[in-house]
């Protein structure tokens, strides 16, 4: 049985307020305006990986190469805080409004993980 709650928006900020399956695994769903944006984002870094994929194929000066992945790679960075905050904004606000404290070391280890 899937229990799904409400998710709002306001100023184009997904809030969600809680969404989980039968496994008890996490999931919050964007509608195709939230979603355009996240999935712009991504093709542009796999455009970046492609490209950075091309020089080493045609055997590109190294610190060429590296400048791609350095770029790619903050690209990427990025696309994870956008993630971190509506995450931030939404479920860890509801949990710590909930006195779920666990929210806390959950949202520590992963933002461990991205920087």
Do not use: W
Request: one cysteine or more.
């Amino acid at each position: 049985m899937m229990k799904v709650l409400t998710a709002i928006m306001f100023k184009s900020i997904i809030y969600c307020i809680g969404v989980y399956s039968m496994n008890d695994k996490k999931i919050i769903e964007r509608n195709e305006e939230q979603i355009l944006p996240l999935t712009t984002r991504l093709n542009k870094i796999i455009g970046q990986i492609n490209g950075i994929k091309k020089m080493i194929e045609e055997n590109k000066y190294c610190r060429d190469v590296l400048q791609q992945v350095a770029a790619a790679e903050k690209a990427l960075q990025s696309f994870a805080y956008i993630i971190l905050e509506e995450h931030m904004k939404s479920c860890v606000a509801e949990k710590i409004k909930a006195n779920d404290d666990g929210i806390i070391s959950e949202t520590i280890d992963i933002i461990r993980k991205i920087n």
